[in-house]
Nanobody
Framework: VQLVESGGGLVQSGGSLRLSCAAS????????MRWYRQPPGKEREWVAS????????YARPYVMDRFTISRDNTKNMLYLKMNNLTPEDTAVYSC?????WGKGTLVTVSS
């Protein structure tokens, strides 16, 4: 199993980013997927989930309708579109399925 995140970077407050997670080595199209994040000095926290058939759920209130999780089963790709970013969204974002984790991609939001 391999999960490889990309798309992180430095963005100004109010900006947007789209994270991607390339999945391989397992039955992606029949697997639920999740995004987590770990802010500096804090515990990892769940951000969003999507079932194999596209049903989504989000951590509230800090996601607050700003983030959208999606998937492309034809490409074995998971996405997280993040809008209206704030410095509090600064974290390493990782994708997850079952007990498998990617290494994460760093998102830094400047004020």
């Amino acid at each position: 199993v391999q999960l490889v995140e990309s798309g992180g970077g430095l963005v100004q407050s109010g900006g947007s980013l789209r994270l991607s997670c390339a999945a391989s080595g397992f039955a992606f199209r029949s697997s639920g997927m999740r995004w987590y994040r770990q802010p500096p000095g804090k515990e990892r926290e769940w951000v969003a989930s999507i079932t194999d058939d596209g049903i989504t759920s989000y951590a509230r209130p800090y996601v607050m309708d700003r983030f959208t999780i999606s998937r492309d089963n034809t490409k074995n790709m998971l996405y997280l579109k993040m809008n209206n970013l704030t410095p509090e969204d600064t974290a390493v974002y990782s994708c997850n399925t079952q007990t498998y984790w990617g290494k994460g991609t760093l998102v830094t939001v400047s004020s």
